[in-house]
Every structure is written in C-alpha cells, then in structure tokens.
C-alpha cells in the first residue's frame, strides 16, 4: 500500500516519510486513531516506504522487488499481530492458524473495523484478544536476521485487546530493541493500553476524515458513484470502514428496516414481536447491537435536528428521511432525552456483556411508555 492509497493525512504523511528519509525513525510508535479514520493503511504506507529500494519524496516507487511484495502482502520482513481467538485444537494460541484470512483483508483494503474481523474470522460471539504465546513468537521473529538487509516492521492492529501479562513481554522488546526494528502499534484507544507501554511510544494521532474527504476516497479509491459516495460518507461521519460496510451490506441505511419495524412494535406493545425482535437482535452478536444502537441513536438525534429546522445538521439518506418524516412526530422535547438515555444505557450494558435479548426487552418495554408521553407534557 502507497501513501498515494491513503485516503486523506497528506500532512501525516509526508511527516512519516520526512522521518525515515532522515533516518530519525522512532522504533516504537503508536498510531491513533478511531475506525475507518486510516491508521493502518498509514501504518502500512509507511512500512512499504521504509523498505522499497527507490523511494521518492511522495511515495515508494511501487515497482521494486520490496513494493511488490507489500502489494502481495508477502513481505519477509513485515511481521503482523492482530486480536485473535485460539483455534481449536491448538496447543499454543498463536494467530498462525488466522494469518491467511488477515492476509485476505489486507488484500481487500486497510479500512478494517473490529466488526469486520469479527465476520471474517467468523468469531461473532468469542473474545479476541493478543496472546502471551503470540508476544513470544513476536520476539523470536524480530530476533531473527532481516531477510533483505534493511528495517524488520512489526505492525501490531488493536494493541488494547492484550492483556497484562502480553504486554509486559512486548515492553521488553521495546526497552531492547533489536537492530533495525519498528514496532507500530494502532489503536482504536489508546487510552486502555498499559500507561508503560504509552511512555514507551512515539505517538502519532490520526484525526478523523471529515465526510467529504471519506467522499471523495470512495469516488477516487473505490470507484463509487458521486451521490452514493457523498450520502454512506454522510451517514457514516467520515468512518470509511463503516462506509463500506454499509456499501457491502448493499443499503445506504443499514438497519433502518429493523428500526422502523421495532419502533412499530414497541409502540404498539406487541408482545410477539418484542420478544422475537429481541432475540433477532440478541443473534447479531454484542458488535451487531452496539452498531445498531449506535444507529439508532443517531436516527433519534436526526429526527429532534429536523424539528428544529437546523436542515444542514441533518444527515440522512433519502429513504430514512422518508421514514423520519413520519416517525419524528413521536420524538419531541419531552421524551427526545430519557429516549436518548435508554439507548445509551442499553449500549453500556451490551458492552458490559449484559444478555442482548434480556437488554433488548427491558429496551422495548421503556421505549413503549416513552413513545407514548405526549408532546407538551401532558
Ligand atoms: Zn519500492
């Protein structure tokens, strides 16, 4: 992956580039920043130039023997660590048996969110995370000589999925490097790694795409058409990953369907299709609902925007403001806030790992007699 492939950061970029043409590469750096914003595909620009033969200062050449094999993603010197789950019937819990299908997502693009490796790895319901037997295989690979002469890269994705114990052995790697080496972590939050591990890192913040340069990177690097490009950027506020998750899922307005149909029955008190929403939604899996409430808040939010007139505030697409324009004559000052607390406490308890269909009943149930207050309070 070039520079040129990166969405956005030119700044950034020519930082990184400035630094390894000067030689003053710091071997540990952290990259942060929130999903779909790039900083793995930074991370990957930068290793890719670090190790091509002929960089210029815009970019790695993309031709040379080292370019070719960051484009297969088969780079004898680029080592990759990423959450994971131990597959079954192993004897150490190492990501060898996952590496294929990391590879497969790299090859795809750098615009992973956790939700998308969740799917690919087909791990919905397990927890990922880093491995003490993972730090100890890394150690031994940067031990060994580079292939070709020249920088070893370590690229670690969601370094917070490690627990303690993980990450006291990678400290010490960063304590006492080994020639040649950059370690690049990056983090979705930064604020849950080890407070040893921030003090021992450059840090690098990646800010957040506005949504007309998430835009624009979906015409330029994806060959999106200009209306569909400029509402998904829209909708997603400048998330790439979950831009093109919602392309992929093939609608504009993900989960809106199954909003619209759960708001029907929470108003209605079905009691049916309570409890079976409830269990559809408990089958999506905890990043599943997480999504969805966060979408449904933000329709909520959407539909107290459109009362006030504030019509540049509003972000939605065609479809959802025909569903708004109706359902947002529920949504009023006098239950917009406790709507708004309900979803955001569902949200902490599917987080906390509170039962997705126990949250979602209690959801409905409160949703209901919200629904029903009138406007004007009476
Ligand atoms: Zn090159």
Known sequence: MRFADVVGHQTLGAKLRESARSSRVAHAQLLEG?????????????????????????????????CQAHAKLQHPD???????????GQDK??????????????LEGAYLGVEDWLERLGADRKQLFISVDEALEV???LGLKSFHGGWKIWICWLPETMRVDTANKFLKLMEEPTDKTVMLFVTEHPDRLLATIRSRVQRIHVPNLSSEEAAEGLVSKWGMAQAQATSLAHVA???LALALRMARAGDDQPDLDRFS???????????????????AFAAMGREGQKRFLHYALHLVRQSIVGHYGAE???????????????????IHHDN???LRQALEDAHGDVAGNVNGKLVFVDLSLRVHRMLRIPAGGN
């Open 139 to 141: 150690n031994r690979k």
């Open 78 to 88: 680029v080592h990759w660590c990423f959450p994971f789950f131990k597959a079954d």
């Open 93 to 106: 819990a190492t990501s060898d048996p996952h590496q294929g299908t990391w590879r497969e997502a790299m």
């Open 312 to 330: 540049s505030l509003v972000r939605l697409t065609p479809s959802e403001e025909g569903f708004l324009s109706k359902f947002s004559t529920f």
């Open 237 to 239: 506020d400048g998330n």
């Open 34 to 66: 929130q999903e779909g914003a790039g900083a793995l595909a930074l991370a990957r620009a930068f290793a890719q130039y670090l190790t091509c033969a002929d960089p210029g200062t815009e970019d790695s050449c993309g031709t040379c023997h080292s």
């Open 336 to 338: 917009v806030l406790a």
């Open 261 to 279: 149909a759960w708001m029907r029955a929470c108003w209605a008190r079905d009691g049916k299709a309570m409890v079976e929403g409830s269990e």
